[in-house]
T-cell receptor, first 112, second 113 residues
């Protein structure tokens, strides 16, 4: 079992729709959770961080964390073609210092 | 505030050579982590340095090494390059992990021929 799993996609949504990206993790002591966006040929860009159960909203982005289910998700409302990218889920654990474990990423395509 | 700076951006090396990559973190950040990204394996953790000490190391051979200087700048070195070392090498800086956000540099694209 991979430590952090994401559906590879591609996930295709029409412009203006809600895109839902999911991630599961295997280590129960994981404490920090991040979503990165990576455009083709570019480096990952941090878009959301979440540490506690529940929802965290930032503009069109909402991160959701459920530690009991070991599940974290990212919702993108009013999706735009510029949101088309690969979204990486990353998980950190307290006793691992700054080490982040990344999922393989979900490719999102927003069609005009 | 300047971001994470990695140099060089692109490198072409021959098998058997060695290479040194450099990373300057965001001002005030004391932690630097290195990752290797390939199409097949995704983003994989190499090592992390905090206050000049390596705190964690990923599952890579000893040919991969690194260090951090007193100004938090970091270098990683790969010796005896193999074709499979061709990848995007990413550096990320954080203020003071754990549980703090990491910001990536633009990466160094290494091609081994």
């Amino acid at each position: 079992q991979k430590e952090v799993e994401q559906n590879s996609g591609p996930l295709s949504v029409p412009e203006g729709a809600i895109a839902s990206l999911n991630c599961t993790y295997s280590d129960r002591v994981s404490q920090s959770f991040f979503w990165y966006r990576q455009y083709s040929g570019k480096s990952p860009e941090l878009i959301m961080s979440i540490y506690s159960n529940g929802d965290k909203e930032d503009g069109r982005f909402t991160a959701q964390l459920n530690k009991a289910s070991q599940y974290v998700s990212l919702l993108i409302r009013d999706s735009q073609p510029s949101d088309s990218a690969t979204y990486l889920c990353a998980v950190g654990t307290y006793n691992q210092g700054g080490k982040l474990i990344f999922g393989q990423g979900t490719e999102l395509s927003v069609k005009p | 505030k300047a971001g994470v700076t990695q140099t060089p951006r692109y490198l072409i090396k021959t098998r058997g050579q060695q290479v040194t990559l450099s990373c300057s973190p965001i001002s005030g950040h004391r932690s630097v982590s290195w990752y290797q990204q390939t199409p097949g394996q995704g983003l994989q953790f190499l090592f992390e340095y905090f206050s000049e000490t390596q705190r964690n190391k990923g599952n890579f051979p000893g040919r991969f090494s690194g260090r951090q200087f007193s100004n938090s700048r970091s270098e990683m070195n790969v010796s005896t390059l193999e074709l499979g070392d061709s990848a995007l090498y990413l550096c990320a800086s954080s203020p003071a992990p754990p549980n703090t956000e990491a910001f990536f540099g633009q990466g160094t694209r290494l091609t081994v021929v």
